[in-house]
């Protein structure tokens, strides 16, 4: 009964690979995100959509691009890996209504480290 | 722009006693929203409190309190009676009320609980 879920929970890959990250929820939620949480903690938003329509697209390499098949499912594809991109990556959902007082709430989060 | 700060990198509490996180913020949209969550160790980010800039009471989820005092843009968070279990990073975060409006968070306060 997990809220939103995310596959894999680790992920160790080469430079230059392309690797993919999956996000499901079963919250019912029109609302999902994909953030960043770097080495020192810090948390940033890369892409929001709703109803599987991009609504945030941060300044992300283009190299990141996430795809939402419905709108219970994110999923976040990487090409050519850097190092850089070493970090935890959370998907998150939201019900989508009043901005400021639209909860999200996040998944477990995936630990991506490039070599 | 929206901003948010928190001055505290750590803190250390007594089991049983409270404790209060300090978090600042800044916006010039009367609507927002302001948000708590918990990173424990294992990773994942819990959410625990909301209040939004229209409430005019403080809001209140068991033991974690906001302290909210619009006027000086401060939004606390106080956790009373601290279990060993509450050992971990809080985050607070904001959200104002563009369609486009993005969750901002701090840069977290880690918390340890001692006996």
């Known amino acids: 009964d997990t809220a939103v879920s995310q596959t894999p ?3 160790v890959t080469q430079m230059g690979n392309d690797k993919s990250i999956k996000c499901e929820q079963n919250l019912g939620h029109d609302t999902m995100y994909w953030y960043k949480q770097d080495s020192k903690k810090f948390l940033k938003i890369m892409f929001s959509y709703n109803n599987k329509e991009l609504i945030i697209n941060e300044t992300v390499p ?3 691009s996430p795809k939402s098949p419905d709108k219970a499912h994110l999923n976040l594809h990487i090409n050519s890996l850097e190092l850089g991109d070493s970090a935890v990556y959370f998907c998150a959902s939201s019900q989508g209504g009043l901005a400021w007082a639209d909860t999200q709430y996040f998944g477990p989060g995936t630990r991506l480290t490039v070599l | 722009a929206q901003k948010i700060t928190q001055t505290q990198p750590g803190m250390f509490v007594q089991e049983k006693e409270a404790v209060t996180l300090d978090c600042t913020y800044d916006t010039s949209d009367p609507s927002y929203g302001l948000f708590w969550y918990k990173q424990p160790s294992s990773g994942e980010m819990i959410f625990l409190i909301y209040q939004g800039s229209y409430d005019q009471q403080n809001a209140t989820e068991g033991r974690y309190s906001l302290n909210f005092q619009k006027a000086r843009k401060s939004a606390n968070l106080v956790i009373s ?11 607070c975060a904001m959200r104002d009320s563009g369609t486009a409006s993005k969750l901002t968070f701090g840069t977290g306060t880690r918390l340890q609980v001692t006996l």
């Not at chain 2, 009676?81 to 985050?91: I, K, R, T, V």
């Open chain 1, 9 to 11: 929970k680790y992920l």
């Open chain 1, 62 to 64: 283009n190299r990141f």
């Open chain 2, 81 to 91: 009676a601290s279990q060993l279990g509450d050992s971990a990073m809080y985050f």
